[in-house]
């Protein structure tokens, strides 16, 4: 916008440059420059936005068992491929950094800031390639010396946690996670576990669950893809939210279910409508589906429904679509049921207007169980 503007301004005195006198067109666009500051704001500070974006800092396993096969592929083999793609993801004002430990070095201090904070991911993927597994398994330091580097800092951070195995340096990392959480950084934490035995695994999802992150499991090249494509999709799904204020789940969702009723079809089965409303001005062109569940298939978190949908289509026993031209309405899904089977249903919101994606999921209702025939969420009857 701003060059659109500065054109128009060297066409226009160009035009009418017989009228000024050389004093007259320089205070003419001295004038025109002032008027524009607060349109130019973005060109002249180019990583001031309204809502930052939460910075990535990695802590990556570098210890000598890292250089174990998991599959075909040894672990920091898996580790370099999977978290480059990751970063290549993420938007180009995201600065990304990395803390390693191991890395040639012996004892229980080798954790180290390899990478601090910077836009620039060819830099990030430099340093990640030198990595050379060799050296222990201090989490606990790692996450102490993330805490140091992070003090100071006021901007979101998203820690990512790579490891193939617990801490092995009797430190304890829940209580640093809770000194970390304790200085008032905004911070959350997931952990990526490579081939980690069941007792390991139970730890590191109590230290995701306790840095308000989700925990991945990985046995092998899929799964650390299909963990890399989840974290990218919250990261979407995320900033859409923030950016449209509203959030991706429960009523506040720009997708809620209403109500349903109940019409009998015969003997054996009945007829439902399910009403939903909707609205999400930012939206050009959108979609609604209808995932309709029932008994013998996994039940489906709300937040993952979008992305598990396509990977396990053997979850949803039913899907309806329809694309309102609106950006805000109601609208409602008619389907029939076996009766005394329960059916459960949950709405996603789609934009259409680039790569489809989810920006809006709805409470999960159980037909029948949830509220009352006629009546809506809240208003349920316990």
Sequence with gaps: MSSLIMRKIQIFLLRHSYRFSRMGILLFVAYWYALSLPIFASDLFPGSTDSEERAKLFVLDASGSMNEYLGIYQKIHLAKKHVKHYVDGLSERTTVGFIAYGNRLPGCQSSRLYQPFEDDKSKFRNKLYGLTPSGATPLAES??????????KKRPVELILVTDGIESCYGDPEKELKILQSKGIDFRMNIIGLGLKPEE???????????????????????????????LHQETVSKISENSGSRPTGNSSPIRILNWERT??????????????????????????????????????????????????????RLETVCPSQSAGRGKFSFVAVKGIGTSAVLELWDMSGVPQVVGISQEVQIGKDFTEGSGPDHSEN
């Design 143 to 152: 996450i102490r010396v993330a805490g140091t580097y992070l003090s100071g």
């Design 201 to 231: 695994r139970a730890a590191m999802q109590s230290l995701a669950k306790l840095g308000k992150g989700s925990y991945f499991n990985v046995d092998g090249d899929g799964d650390f893809q299909s963990a890399v494509e989840k974290l």
């Design 264 to 317: 009998k079809v015969d003997e054996n089965k009945n007829g439902y409508t399910v009403t939903f409303e909707f609205d999400h001005p930012g939206l050009k062109d959108r979609c609604i589906t209808m995932n309709l569940k029932s008994p013998g298939t996994d039940s489906l978190k709300p937040t993952q429904l979008g992305k598990l949908r396509p990977e396990n289509p053997e979850k949803v026993s």
